[in-house]
């Protein structure tokens, strides 16, 4: 995957689990010497709507902790686990000064593990200012990258770290972006 970005000059923003930053520390300090921005996306992936406050901060700290440790770089993002967030989880994310990024839509790669499904589906979600969930432990969305990704600019669109697609939002520590439906600011 970090080969294609590169290849393409394109730029991601990486949602990481801490246990793998802490197995894999060559892939994460790579992320981030070839401009990537990383994201939290806790330690172990728990539902942080089921665990207690504790447990959440403790998994949001350990991740800082072990990013900032290996790459020099401080998440300033929080992706909560499955998307799952609630008023807790939002105070929390507050009191680490992170607003939490969601997703527009999705490729659904973790599901159909299959890379023309996954091309059909990103194409189709795939619009100005998206943020499109992908999974790079997913080897068909690695095979697919390359394709996509040319596919994307020659429609036009340059792909950027979620802070650069979102820098006119005003998000505050504890934001969701984009608002799940159903949510009230």
């Known amino acids: 995957m970090l080969d294609t970005l590169k290849k393409h000059n394109a730029k991601a923003t990486f949602f990481l689990e801490g246990q793998y930053v802490k197995s894999r520390p060559a892939f994460a300090k790579r992320m981030a010497v070839e401009g990537h921005e990383l994201g939290n996306h806790s330690y172990s992936h728990p539902n942080f709507t089921t665990i207690g406050p504790a447990a959440i901060r403790s998994e949001i700290q350990k991740t800082q902790d072990i990013v900032?440790?290996?790459?020099?770089?401080?998440p300033k993002l929080l992706r909560p686990p499955y998307g799952m967030?609630?008023?807790?989880?939002?105070?929390i994310?507050?009191?680490?000064?992170?607003?939490m990024i969601l997703w527009t839509g999705g490729s659904?790669?973790?599901e159909s593990?299959?890379?023309?499904?996954?091309?059909k589906q990103t194409?189709?979600?795939?619009k100005?200012?998206?943020?499109?969930?992908?999974?790079d432990w997913v080897k068909q969305t690695v095979d697919s990258m390359p394709s996509l990704i040319k596919t994307l600019q020659n429609k036009g669109y340059h792909l950027v770290t979620v802070s650069e697609l979102i820098k006119d939002q005003k998000l505050e520590p504890g934001d969701i972006f984009p608002v799940p439906e159903g949510w009230e600011k």
């Open 85 to 91: 967030a609630d008023l807790q989880v939002s105070d």
């Open 93 to 99: 994310a507050a009191e680490f000064g992170m607003p």
């Open 113 to 119: 593990k299959n890379e023309e499904a996954i091309k």
């Open 123 to 126: 194409l189709a979600v795939a």
């Open 128 to 135: 100005q200012g998206s943020i499109v969930l992908m999974h």
């Open 68 to 74: 900032k440790q290996v790459t020099g770089v401080e």
């Open 108 to 110: 659904r790669d973790w």
